[in-house]
């Protein structure tokens, strides 16, 4: 189970930082990944993190949205900064294991207004 949370109103240029916690899971195993989807639209990555610390990040969130982990808390990270309007939407948490399992978790809406 995901529950991700931390989302908000914020300016634009403005900064948030999304968390989701894990639970009932083997989180290391997990590669974990932050999803967003606007209004209207269909969900798209965002970025992704694995154990090691491997990060990759969609054009649009890169050198401004940076991801991290913390294994020991079973907890994935998400720090946005330089926030502009294009960025709202809803963002998702998601924990894939190979072929073995994909977990989705509730969303956490950011707004960003202009």
């Known amino acids: 189970q995901l529950q991700a949370f931390g989302g908000g109103l914020v300016q634009a240029g403005g900064s948030l930082r999304l968390s989701c916690v894990a639970s009932?899971?083997?989180?290391?195993?997990?590669?974990m990944g932050w999803y967003r989807q606007a209004p209207g639209q269909q969900r798209e990555f965002v970025a992704s993190?694995?154990?090691?610390?491997?990060?990759n990040y969609a054009p649009n969130a890169k050198g401004r949205f940076t991801n991290s982990r913390d294994d020991r808390k079973k907890s994935v990270y998400l720090q946005m900064n330089s926030l502009k309007p294009e960025d709202t939407g809803v963002y998702y948490c998601?924990?894939?294991?190979?072929?073995?399992?994909?977990?989705w978790g509730e969303g956490t809406l950011v707004t960003v207004s202009s």
């Open positions: 993190i694995i154990s090691r610390g491997d990060t």
């Open positions: 009932g899971m083997m989180f290391h195993l997990y590669r």
């Open positions: 998601n924990g894939v294991r190979g072929t073995i399992a994909d977990h």
